[in-house]
């Protein structure tokens, strides 16, 4: 893998090889973030911006009645450097998406009003990496999605409005999280197979033409 990430490296200019390996530094799936149910196109998309900018790789779209249509207005591009995990084989997904990402070491937190919630500032990082639930504006998280979570998040609010949409909550939760982990003792970076892996999905999608350069590569090989 190393040899062909350096064979397509050389395609690039340096300046734009050096934007991929300063963002790849700041790369995490330490904090996953996961959509159950969108039906507004533009702010779920928004938050796969937000995901892009803070460092965020992985996004999981839970689609039970509603499929996630990315809007390319909205993404401006970031879509592409992200990796989508969709859950849509079954009639209802959100419960076998959950236990995936619990087997994957995710501890499950809900954002949403709840009893026994947490404000933004009591989230301790330490206890282990998190998949943030975001819901849609109308209904919230489902019953399921609630039931299953470990922990319950919200945003302190001081107006006379119950909430934030989807897009500013997760952009407000993202921001605060990614800063207060980086600035942390915690391994929140990728492993190196998995940043080679990132590099070389990059690095393809970039290089017109790469799967014939990869081609005859591997046949010089």
Not at 49 to 66: A, P, T, Y
Not at 72 to 83: A, D, Q, R, T, Y
Not at 192 to 212: N, T, V
Request: proline share 2%; charged share 30%; hydrophobic share 40%.
């Amino acid at each position: 893998m190393k040899k062909l990430i350096t064979h397509f490296s050389q395609l690039l200019s340096p300046s734009r090889l050096g934007t991929f390996e300063k963002v790849l530094a700041k790369r995490t799936r330490y904090i996953t973030v996961v959509l159950e149910d969108i039906y507004q196109s533009q702010n779920a998309s928004a938050v796969l911006r937000s995901c892009d900018c803070l460092g965020m790789q992985d996004i999981h779209v839970i689609e039970n009645r509603n499929k996630f249509d990315v809007d390319p207005e909205v993404v401006m591009g970031s879509f592409k450097w992200l990796n989508l995990h969709r859950y849509n084989k079954e009639e209802y997904n959100t419960i076998s998406a959950i236990e995936k990402l619990r087997a994957d070491g995710y501890r499950i937190i809900a954002t949403s009003p709840h009893t026994d919630d947490k404000n933004l500032d009591d989230i301790d990082l330490g206890e282990g990496k998190m998949a943030l639930l975001f819901g849609t504006e109308l209904t919230g998280l489902s019953d399921n999605a609630l039931a299953m979570a470990d922990e319950y998040l919200k945003i302190p609010i001081v107006g006379f409005t119950e909430s934030f949409n989807i897009s500013v909550s997760a952009a407000i939760i993202l921001y605060q999280l990614s800063q207060k982990l980086r600035s942390s003792d915690i391994h929140w970076e990728l492993e190196e197979q998995e940043a080679d892996a990132l590099m070389l999905e990059w690095l393809r999608k970039s290089i017109k033409k790469s799967e014939l350069i990869e081609n005859a590569f591997n046949k010089k090989k």
